[in-house]
């Protein structure tokens, strides 16, 4: 079963990964959008629905915004200009009402990313029939501003993009004293660039059903190869409903990796090879089965995050925390569970789709990108050495810490396989981002390991000399 999950693994990887890197080029650009004009700047202009009428001669390179809480009445005067809209908050239409509303006028429709107010048109974007005909805007929101520079704001920006494959960059004009037109110079420069530019809006709307049946039979033979029962339960289940399926056979590949790795291999570089292709093998899986025009126009998301990054080193913890709990549990076990308890919890927290981000992680972040294009996952780098340790152990430990260093080294597994679980993201970054993390998680290791080594040696001099002294003092 596993060399059939490797040979359909393999198959996924040379037919995906090119198939994939032209895919992304066709829809990784995006269109910039201003509330006025900027002098030197080829964009589109924003216009709100309610001044449509005042700037007729604008209307052939407008995007038009709609507050639905306001202007939802205007909806029947605009969407027979065939014009791409932005909505936000909340009409007195239902969803299914606004639904066919758009889908009756093919309106190209686009819903802000991290819109407080944005759930209503959510909805309503999932029950249109053409769900290609959707666009992501990504804006830095009024309130935003004062937190940032002009630097800042375009790394966030060129992130979005390159990142996330936003379609539509919108620049709202701020309230505060804040470099506007600087600000849209440079992103649309350093777009210019990297050739990631497009006058008009457009949005992923095509998949390819064979990736789709490679993906369901690696899933399958994956998950055989630790339990038939739980293959023929997770198979009708990612076919047929993957809001569950794509979870179940992630957290239950995750298992099924780290179970027959950790029995088979006993070589340090082959093992971590290893489970790195093996864990490659199942985010290509995953990814490849995210291709309609849903997940990539992001609404719908790979549910089930934070279950799939725990689960894992979770289960690993706790059976070996309880194995070396002989009797009762001492002051010293409740400090350890304290601390993994709080390590779990900020785990989580910087975990999923819509992650905590502090602000001094966050410039560190935009240094990392400028440097290497794609940060690394620092988990990774940091899980990579307890696997080294655990592959040399046997994944055999006595003890309290042992159960950490068996849980910690299981993140390589989930947190590879979680950079693939997010649709949007173009496949070019998050193949870099594995590449660059299980790089520099080797070097971390072979740093720890020349440490160790160099720091035994300083100790078996220093008791050499100390011998020696002895033993001409007792002469």
């Known amino acids: 079963m596993i060399l059939l999950a490797a040979l359909m693994g393999i198959m996924i990887a040379v037919l995906y990964i090119p198939w994939r890197f032209r895919f992304d080029r066709g829809y990784v650009k995006t269109a910039l959008v201003t509330e006025s004009t900027v002098e030197g700047v080829d964009s589109l202009r924003l216009i709100p629905a309610n001044e449509l009428k005042s700037r007729p001669s604008e209307i052939g390179i407008s995007v038009i915004f709609v507050d639905l809480k306001d202007h939802w009445s205007l909806l029947p005067e605009i969407l027979p200009l065939q014009r791409p809209i932005v909505l936000t908050g909340i009409s007195p239409y239902t969803a299914v009402q606004l639904a066919e509303m758009l889908d009756s006028h093919s309106a190209y429709t686009g819903y802000m990313e991290f819109d407080e107010r944005g759930e209503y048109v959510k909805e309503v974007l999932k029950l249109r029939r053409e769900k290609s005909l959707v666009f992501r805007v990504h804006n830095l929101k009024k309130k935003e501003y004062p937190n940032y520079d002009v630097q800042a704001a375009v790394v966030r920006y060129i992130r979005a993009v390159r990142e996330r494959s936003i379609d539509m960059l919108l620049f709202l004009k701020p309230e505060n ?212 340790i655990s592959i040399k152990n046997g994944f055999k430990f006595e003890g309290k810490l042992g159960p950490l260093i068996v849980a910690g080294g299981s993140i390589s597994v989930v947190s590879v396989v979680n950079t693939f679980c997010h649709a949007t993201v173009p496949l070019w970054t998050g193949l870099l981002r594995s590449l660059y993390s299980v790089a520099f998680g080797v070097l971390f290791t072979l740093a720890l390991n020349w440490f160790s080594k160099k720091s035994g040696s300083n100790v078996k001099e220093l008791e050499g000399s100390l011998n020696v002294e002895s033993r001409e003092e007792s002469k």
């Open 177 to 388: 004293d804040f470099a506007y037109e600087d600000f849209v110079r440079q992103v649309d420069d350093k777009l210019g660039e990297l050739n990631l530019l497009q006058s008009s809006v457009t949005s992923p709307r095509a998949g390819n059903s064979r990736f789709f049946i490679l993906s369901t039979a690696f899933i399958f033979f994956l998950v055989a190869s630790l339990s038939p029962f739980l293959a023929l339960v997770v198979l009708p289940l990612w076919i047929f409903f993957p809001s569950i399926g794509l979870p179940l056979g992630a957290i239950s590949g995750h298992f099924a990796i780290y179970y027959y790795l950790s029995r088979t291999v006993r070589d340090t570089v082959r093992g971590i090879l290893l489970f790195f292709v093996f864990s490659l093998f199942l985010g290509l899986s995953i990814n490849s089965s995210m291709l309609s025009p849903a997940y990539q126009n992001g609404l719908e998301l790979f549910r089930g995050v934070k279950l799939s990054l725990v689960a894992l080193p979770g289960w690993l913890f706790l059976r070996g925390f309880l194995r070396s709990v002989k009797q009762k549990i001492s002051g010293a076990d409740l400090t350890v569970l304290c601390l993994v308890a709080v390590g779990a919890v900020y785990y989580i927290l910087r975990s999923g789709n819509f992650s905590l981000v502090l602000d001094l992680e966050r410039r560190f972040r935009d240094v990392l990108d400028s440097l290497l294009l794609v940060r690394p996952r620092f988990k990774e780098i940091l899980a990579y050495p307890l696997l080294a």
